[in-house]
């Protein structure tokens, strides 16, 4: 099994974990577990085949299907021996985010050859399923914190594509990418990083138009 599998592998594993302990805060049942868990693990992935036009990963290897099931029964029964869910929740959500954009860029490279497409397409498999958990859960989405989360994505996806463009060697391209989407998410969790925000006038409230 090569890095790139490995990651892809762990990423799905990783963000199952995530929704799974999204089902534990909301106190669901063991269906609600695999439901969470499934549409993060696979969420992001699912949504970068259809827009690749591939048969989507998952239907071919039934592998990560029960890795995401696996990991929900998991957390069933263990998520409440963690004090801090939400807190593991961002960063195991980090390392699957690092390990995705690292993934969904491999692919989208493999598939066009484009470096463009290669970064959208590893910004899309990273942030696509913690949307969708967060969206479900009704938990604050992760693209509205304050912190770096996009462009933590976009790091690694254009780390990997840069790296593998100047021929490296493809595990080599991707131990880099994944340590560098992990930093910069990782010190954004710990530090606060942030992008400077807009500073302009708010738009106003609807019923403010005339």
Same mark, same amino acid.
């Given at each position: +099994?090569?890095?790139?599998?490995?990651?892809?592998?762990?990423?799905?594993?990783?963000?199952?974990?995530?929704?799974?302990?999204?089902?534990?805060?909301?106190? &669901?049942?063991?269906?609600?577990? $695999?439901?969470?868990?499934?549409?993060?693990?696979?969420? =992001? =992935?699912?949504?970068?085949?259809?827009?690749?036009?591939?048969?989507?990963?998952?239907?071919?290897?039934?592998?990560?299907?029960?890795?995401?099931?696996?990991?929900? @029964?998991?957390?069933?029964?263990?998520?409440?021996? @963690?004090?801090?869910?939400?807190?593991?929740?961002?960063? &195991?959500?980090?390392?699957?985010?690092?390990?995705?954009?690292? +993934?969904?860029?491999?692919?989208?490279?493999?598939?066009? =050859?484009?470096?463009?497409?290669?970064? @959208?397409?590893? &910004?899309?498999?990273?942030?696509?399923?913690?949307?969708?958990?967060? $969206?479900?859960?009704?938990?604050?989405?992760? $693209?509205?914190?304050?912190?770096?989360?996009?462009?933590?994505? +976009?790091?690694?996806?254009?780390?990997?594509?840069?790296?593998?463009?100047? +021929?490296?060697?493809?595990? @080599?391209?991707?131990?880099?990418?994944?340590?560098?989407?992990?930093?910069?998410?990782? =010190?954004?969790?710990?530090?606060?990083?942030?992008?400077?925000?807009?500073?302009?006038?708010?738009?106003?409230?609807?019923?403010?138009?005339?």
């Amino acid at each position: +099994m090569d890095l790139i599998q490995l990651l892809d592998y762990a990423g799905v594993a990783v963000f199952a974990a995530t929704g799974a302990l999204a089902a534990s805060r909301k106190q &669901l049942d063991i269906i609600g577990f $695999l439901f969470l868990a499934c549409v993060t693990g696979i969420g =992001g =992935g699912t949504f970068r085949d259809v827009i690749l036009n591939i048969p989507v990963f998952w239907v071919g290897n039934r592998t990560y299907v029960t890795i995401c099931a696996a990991v929900a @029964v998991l957390a069933y029964f263990t998520s409440h021996l @963690v004090e801090s869910r939400y807190r593991l929740l961002l960063w &195991l959500d980090a390392v699957g985010l690092a390990a995705f954009s690292v +993934m969904g860029a491999a692919k989208g490279l493999a598939i066009t =050859g484009s470096p463009v497409v290669a970064i @959208v397409t590893g &910004l899309l498999t990273a942030t696509f399923g913690g949307i969708l958990r967060d $969206l479900l859960t009704g938990e604050p989405s992760v $693209l509205l914190r304050p912190e770096i989360y996009v462009t933590a994505a +976009m790091t690694g996806a254009a780390v990997y594509t840069v790296a593998d463009m100047a +021929m490296l060697p493809v595990g @080599v391209s991707a131990a880099i990418a994944f340590a560098a989407a992990f930093l910069v998410r990782g =010190g954004a969790l710990k530090f606060g990083w942030r992008v400077p925000t807009y500073r302009g006038r708010p738009g106003r409230h609807p019923d403010d138009i005339p």
